[in-house]
């Protein structure tokens, strides 16, 4: 089965690339490559738009995965028909910069602040404002000593890095997953690891910024009590 490139996962940072249409239909459109994340571990689906060999474009308000693993970009409005996307169409993908941006940040900033709480993760999500974490912990947090660390891990400016382990490597080192909610990525033949020097080191699919000190200026919302064994941490930007 044909498949995408996922050109986000060798540089997150790329804005834009050519791509061919390999489908095209009411559920979305699928390319031979790509830059635009699809929707996954709490990060939203990339937005942007596609440029047709006409000269005309096509907002696509988000990007999905499958269950079977195809990966398709959503127009604003669904197509009818193939709407100039036939199969073997040559056109040009165009990120929200921006928004990506703004999730690359945050989700980095979550690696963080999952290292500065020794407690399991049971969920996270993001979006271009704010992100949040929860912890299987049943006792109280100090919400202006978190922020306090957070704010030196992101000023200490380390770099993020990546490592790659085959599946099996990754099923004798479990103790490296955090995040309970998102099962390790295998089945591809190899997972990446993100690194942040000195501070973390977990297998993840998203997408990151190269150092922490791009994250720029965060606070802690609030820590809620979800529950007994649950205390959840907002984290958000500090300008809008
Ligand atoms: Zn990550």
Known sequence: MASTREMFREDAYLRECAAKVLAAGEEGVELDQTVFYAEGGGQPG???HLTLPDGSTLTIVSTVRTP???LLHLPETPLTGLSGLAPGT????TLDWERRHRHMR????LHLLCSLIPAPVTGGALSRDKGRLDFDLDQGLD???IEAALQRLIAEDHPVGEQW?????MRERLDLVRTMAVAPPL????VRLVEIDAVDLQ???GTHVARTGEIGGVHLGKIENKGKHNRRVNVLFTET
Not at 90 to 93: G, S, T
Not at 106 to 109: A, S
């Open 187 to 190: 089945g591809a033949g190899r």
């Open 46 to 48: 990339d937005s942007g």
């Open 90 to 93: 040559e056109l040009k993908l």
């Open 165 to 169: 382990i085959t599946d099996e490597e």
């Open 68 to 70: 079977d693993g195809r």
């Open 203 to 205: 297998p993840c699919g």
């Open 106 to 109: 945050m989700h980095t900033c």
């Open 143 to 145: 919400k202006e000593a």
